[in-house]
């Protein structure tokens, strides 16, 4: 069984605000080490509930965040952000299921740590087919497209609620409540952690039981519709 575990960095256990996610920050340096931590709480999740091959992938700026050297050395990385398939490169490689770990709501979400989608000094919303999607939702298709279906997220619990509403009842791991767009009540990072590698063990034996939400997959012909902040 292979999954692919795509990461972005917003929705990380502590984050709240852009210089904690941004490398020329001095708190950046902090959060990619609890990214990797998030990370491997997800990976020792998939394997405890048997999978046999795990591919991460590094989806949030640059994609140079995940610290190798601290990486779970059962999985192997993704790294670099010009790939075919972005923030999920490896979904193409007969992936059984994709866990997203780290985040974030869409665009103008009420509570959402950092919310936004791609950009958010551009994009104001975006639509799939008149559905109003975020960042897991643009993942997702193309995760359908390939026939893989999402088993889990990890975020705060905006984001994790809109992915439920999006992909179905997939497994969640609320690692903060986000009060506001740079705010939130976060879980020490042992509680988030523990959060994080159980729902990926439920996710990964869903699966084994064909226990989990169809892949989402848009309908062809695919509109793509953009709101932008500005003209």
Same mark, same amino acid.
């Given at each position: 069984m292979? !999954? @692919?575990?795509?990461?972005?960095m917003e929705g990380i256990s502590g984050v709240t605000n852009w210089n904690q996610v941004d490398p020329k920050h001095a708190e950046y340096t902090r959060f990619r080490k609890i990214m990797t931590a998030d990370v491997n709480a997800a990976i020792q999740g998939v394997f405890e509930a048997g999978a046999d091959e795990v591919v991460v992938?590094? /989806?949030? /700026?640059g994609g140079a965040n995940i610290l190798l050297e601290e990486l779970d050395p059962r999985a192997r990385l993704n790294a670099g952000n010009d790939s075919p398939f972005s923030m999920v490169q490896g979904i193409e490689a007969g992936m059984d299921g994709v866990l997203f770990i780290g985040y974030h709501a869409r665009a103008g979400s009420q509570n959402g740590v950092l919310a936004h989608t791609w950009s958010a000094s551009r994009v104001a919303n975006l639509w799939l087919n008149d559905v109003l999607v975020g960042e897991y939702g643009l993942? /997702?298709? @193309?995760?359908g497209h390939? /026939? +893989? %279906? +999402? @088993?889990?997220i990890s975020g705060d619990q905006t984001a994790c609620a809109q992915a439920v509403e999006l992909f179905g009842p997939l497994e969640t791991a609320i690692v903060k409540q986000a009060t506001g767009f740079a705010s939130a009540e976060c879980l020490p990072l042992k509680t988030a952690h523990q959060l !994080?590698?159980?729902a990926a063990s439920r996710a990964v034996l869903r699966l084994k039981a064909g226990n989990i939400p169809e892949p989402f997959v848009v309908a062809a %012909? +695919?509109?793509v519709t953009i709101e932008f902040l500005q003209p």
């Open positions: 292979k !999954i @692919l575990i795509a990461a972005d992938t590094d /989806g949030h /700026g993942n /997702g298709a @193309l995760a390939f /026939g +893989v %279906p +999402v @088993l889990m !994080i590698r159980e %012909p +695919v509109r």
